[in-house]
C-alpha cells in the first residue's frame, strides 16, 4: 500500500482485518457510567470541567483542507481515550469516495488496538447520517466518529440535537469531524477548530486546537497539544517544525488499494 512520508496525521483504520457487522448489533449488556474523558493536559481539562463529556456530541472541524487528517486523527485519539473507561467498540462511519486510504501501521505506531474498531464506508452521506444514528441509539459502540466533508444540507441543526440526544441516551461520545466546510449552528457540546501544528517532539503528532464553542461552559481555549503513545495522552507541544523527522510512521495511504476488508453497508 502506498503512503505519503510528509503527512503527519490522517484518517486512521486497521490494517487487520475487522469484524464483520452484524444485521442487527446488540444494545449494551451493562449500564455504562456517564463521566468526562481528561486530555492529560491540566488547563485544557480545567476549561472542561475536568474533561470532555462521554455522552454528548462533539465537532472538529478543519482549518484549512490539509488539516482534514489531523481533525480525524484527533477525533480517533480522544475516542480511544474513552475505550479506556468503556470497553465498547469505537465505529466509524465514512463515505465510500472518501480520497485517502486509512494505513494500519500508522494506527498501531499511535498504541491504538485495531480490532477495537469497525469501519462503515457507505455510499452517501445520507447513509453515513443513517448508519451513525442508528448505531449511537443502539449504544453497541462506545464512541461513534462521523467523517463528512464540505456542505452537508442533511446535516442540519435538526440532525444534531437527534445525535446528541441519541449520544445522551446510550452513554455514547458522539464525534462529528469536519473537512471543507465552515462551523454551524449545531447541538454539540463542544466545537472545535483545529490547525496544522507541525511535528512535535520525535514523531508525536501535534494538534493546533482552538474551543469555538462549548454549551454551559467558557469558550476561547487555544492550546498546543501532541499525543504522547507511551502514557496514553496529550502533552503540551513546542514550537513547530515544518518537516516530521526521518523514520515517521504516515497513519494513512494516500493511494492504491487497502490491504484490510471494510465492511460496506448500504
Known sequence: MEHNANMEHDSLISSRPLMPIPAAMPSATRP???GRVALGMAEADAWLA?????DALHEAYAAAREDAPGAMALALLI???NHALDDRAILWARELSCPSLPYGPGLI???IDPATITLLLLPDSRAVLRAALDSVRQGAAGAVLIELSGRQPLLDLTA???LALAAQESTTMVWLIRGEARPMP???QTRWLLAHAGAGHAIR???DLTLLRQRGGREGLHIRMEWDRDTASFQPSPAPTEQPLPGFMPAVATGGTGTAREDRAA
Open 32 to 34: 455504562v457510567e456517564t
Open 50 to 54: 475536568g474533561g470532555l463529556r462521554r
Open 79 to 81: 475516542a480511544w481515550l
Open 109 to 111: 505506531e499511535l498504541g
Open 160 to 162: 444534531t440535537r437527534r
Open 186 to 188: 449545531s447541538a454539540a
Open 205 to 207: 503528532p501535534a494538534f
